[in-house]
């Protein structure tokens, strides 16, 4: 079983910037894909962006260019920096993992989610 905890929400500025994390832990395995996912109310829940045991990674069009996903894996922790943020980029954003495909469906494991509000 894995547990994931995002943190780094909050409030900010169109414009500005976030950093979102996402602690794993429990019994898990570090070659697992981890995943951002992104909810806006009245939504559905969308992918944000995806990175491999590898640091091989993917992004939705929509965040390609001001996004930018990494991990640590010593540290069991993956990141999603936000730059540039735009209205639209608010929803509660979910850290997501528990398989093995960059391109695949989401994995079994969610986290609780974090609220990122874009506003001036």
């Known amino acids: 079983q894995v547990q994931l905890v995002e943190s780094g929400g909050g409030l900010v500025q169109p414009g500005g910037s976030l950093r979102l994390s996402c602690a794993a832990s429990?019994?898990?395995?570090?070659?697992?894909?981890v995943g951002w996912y992104r909810q806006a109310p009245g939504n559905q829940r969308d992918l944000v962006a995806r990175?491999?045991?590898?640091?091989?990674?993917t992004y939705a069009d929509s965040v390609k260019g001001r996004f930018t996903i990494s991990r640590n894996n010593a540290k069991n922790t993956v990141y999603l920096q936000m730059n540039s943020l735009k209205p639209e980029d608010t929803a509660v954003y979910y850290c997501?993992?528990?398989?093995?495909?960059?391109?695949?469906?989401?994995?079994?494991?969610w986290g609780q989610g974090t609220q990122v509000t874009v506003s001036s």
């Open positions: 997501n993992s528990g398989q093995y495909s960059l391109f695949g469906p989401p994995g079994k494991y």
């Open positions: 429990g019994v898990g395995d570090n070659l697992y894909v």
């Open positions: 990175i491999t045991s590898g640091a091989t990674t």
